[in-house]
Structure formats: C-alpha cells, structure tokens
Nanobody, 120 residues
C-alpha cells in the first residue's frame, strides 16, 4: 500500500506565508510526477503546481511568482511554499502522486487534504 500524507495547512492573514508538505510512504518503487491541487467550496478541484522526478515544474497562472513547488526524491517528500497569500487561495489542498509500487503497478494516489484559510 502507498500513502500520501499532507501537513502544514492552517489559518494565515493575507500577505502571509505557509509551507505545505506531502510525505509518500509504503510500497514505493518510484514516483513520477507529483502535484498540488486545491478545491474551494463550490468549485472544482484545480491543479496548483506540478513537478516531475527530474525537477521540471509548472504552475497555475494564479499562483505564478507566489508559490514554489519542490521535492526531495531521497525522502519521497514534496513541498509547496506559498507566499503573498490571498483570500482567493483559501481551499483544501491535496497532494497527488503518480507512483510505481514495488509490483511495478502505476497509479495515481491522493492525500487526505489540508485546509488553508487566508483571512484577516
């Protein structure tokens, strides 16, 4: 079994910063692309940022210049540094990973989500 566990969410004032972490564990052979998604109330889940195993990244236009995605392949951990947060960034943030397990089966896995609230 493979698990993704997020941490680091919380309440922050506009203009503040948060750092999210996503730790992958279990029967992992390798991790391909990983990404952060978010879902605000009444809205569809959207891609925030993604990163390949080689470190190539892409971002949603709404977060470019404010958010930075990174990963540590040695610990199977992914991060999202969020700066200059806005109320529109309020959402549940989910970690996603395309993972090969030790039986060489690849599939997408999701974390349970972590709440980020930006409010004064």
């Amino acid at each position: 079994q493979v698990q993704l566990v997020e941490s680091g969410g919380g309440l922050v004032q506009p203009g503040g910063s948060l750092r999210l972490s996503c730790a992958a564990s279990g029967s992992i052979f390798s991790i391909n692309i990983m990404g952060w998604y978010r879902q605000a109330p009444g809205k569809q889940r959207e891609l925030v940022a993604a990163i390949t195993s080689g470190g190539s990244t892409n971002y949603a236009d709404s977060v470019k210049g404010r958010f930075t995605i990174s990963r540590d392949n040695s610990t199977n951990t992914m991060y999202l540094q969020m700066n200059s947060l806005k109320p529109d960034d309020t959402a549940v943030y989910y970690c996603n990973g395309n993972i090969f397990d030790i039986w060489y089966q690849a599939r997408d896995y999701w974390g349970q989500g972590t709440q980020v609230t930006v409010s004064s």
